[in-house]
């Protein structure tokens, strides 16, 4: 069983900075794809940024040049730098992997952008 422990959300006020952690336990391949997706209230949830294999990162378009995927030491392991907030940015953020054809997903942890 797969298991994702997110943390770092919170209330940042617009162009503030928040980094989230995810950490991933269970069994798990030595390939495999980690990433942020977020979900706003009445959208649907969107790719933040990912790590596949091979180290290339992928952002979605709203975050590129603002937020910095990476991963922490140990594996299993990532972390998402978050600059220049907006209040657009305002969602819940799961961390995912994936790999064999299935998808793992953490609980969420809340990003609120606001004066």
């Known amino acids: 069983q797969v298991q994702l422990v997110e943390s770092g959300g919170g209330l940042v006020q617009p162009g503030g900075s928040l980094r989230l952690s995810c950490a991933a336990s269970?069994?798990?391949?030595?390939?495999?794809?980690m990433g942020w997706y977020r979900q706003a209230p009445g959208k649907q949830r969107e790719l933040v940024a990912s790590?596949?294999?091979?180290?290339?990162?992928i952002y979605g378009d709203s975050v590129k040049g603002r937020f910095t995927i990476f991963r922490v030491g140990a594996k299993n392991m990532v972390d998402l730098q978050m600059n220049s907030l907006n209040p657009e940015d305002t969602a819940v953020y799961y961390c995912?992997?994936?790999?064999?054809?299935?998808?793992?997903w953490g609980q969420g942890t809340q990003v609120t952008v606001s004066s």
């Open positions: 995912k992997i994936g790999f064999l054809g299935n998808d793992y």
């Open positions: 269970g069994v798990i391949p030595t390939i495999y794809t």
């Open positions: 790590i596949i294999p091979g180290g290339v990162t």
